[in-house]
């Protein structure tokens, strides 16, 4: 092979070489992982303390202004209820709703020595509402019975053969000479007609105080009767039986 032809084939197959060489394909490029984004809002157990702690401070709100079981789904109650879905171990809104039974019996009591009978029973039933069967309810009704009871029995006193003796408030209040002059001289009918003694007081301490000077002005003589709780103060004598 001559020198020229020699040249020209190897010209031709350092061209063929260059356009295969230009004729492959690239390699694909190598993706990219994507890392997500961590979550930046509130956790579920985060959303369920923030509701907590909402419903209690709700709870208390409410059971300083008054709303025990009312209004429907905006009482202290309910709310405390609230907290008690979400956790039902909570100490705190157990705690909450004995606090709203021991207001409503200690409300009841009240109303007991006011001798408002039909209050009472309100208060107490609003207090079964909260807590069923709790003890606290249930040693004030039984009070309230006998009460009761008591009342029906001041009314026979009170009526056609009774005698009343009306005690002045102010007087009794400052425990003037002139009440005890009376009850003195009460004293001295009781035990000159053998006659029996209801007093009927504001408070127990009052109570008290009348029955002692009873006693007093009568010395050696046993004064019969009973100390009930009732206003207007008074005494109702009957004759024993």
């Not at 492959?24 to 490029?29: F, H, R, S």
């Not at 109303?111 to 009472?120: C, E, P, T």
């Not at 309230?144 to 006193?157: G, H, K, N, P, S």
Request: net charge positive; glycine share 6%; with cysteine.
């Amino acid at each position: 092979m001559s020198i020229r032809k020699l040249k020209a084939v190897t010209v031709f197959a350092t061209g063929a070489v260059v356009l295969l060489a230009g004729c492959a394909t690239p390699p694909p490029p190598v993706p990219q992982v994507v890392v997500p984004p961590a979550p930046t809002g509130p956790s579920p157990e985060e959303v369920r303390q923030r509701a907590i702690r909402h419903f209690l401070t709700r709870a208390e709100v409410a059971q300083r202004e008054g709303f025990i079981t009312m209004p429907a789904g905006a009482s202290a109650y309910d709310f405390y209820l609230q907290v008690l879905q979400l956790d039902p171990g909570n100490t705190q809104a157990k705690a909450g709703i004995q606090t709203l039974v021991m207001h409503q019996v200690d409300r009841a009591r009240d109303a007991l020595r006011r001798r408002s009978f039909g209050q009472v029973n309100s208060l107490l039933n609003t207090a079964d509402e909260i807590a069923p069967g709790n003890p606290l309810s249930a040693e004030v009704r039984a009070q309230l019975q006998r009460e009761q009871q008591r009342a029906r029995q001041d009314v026979t006193l009170d009526g056609p053969g009774a005698q009343t003796v009306a005690l002045p408030s102010a007087e009794l209040s400052a425990r003037s000479e002139a009440m005890v002059e009376m009850l003195t001289k009460t004293a001295q009918r009781i035990q000159q007609h053998q006659l029996r003694v209801i007093i009927v007081a504001r408070d127990d301490a009052e109570g008290r105080w009348i029955y002692s000077q009873l006693r007093q002005a009568v010395p050696g003589y046993r004064v019969r009767g009973d100390i009930k709780l009732g206003n207007p103060p008074r005494l109702l004598l009957q004759k024993s039986r």
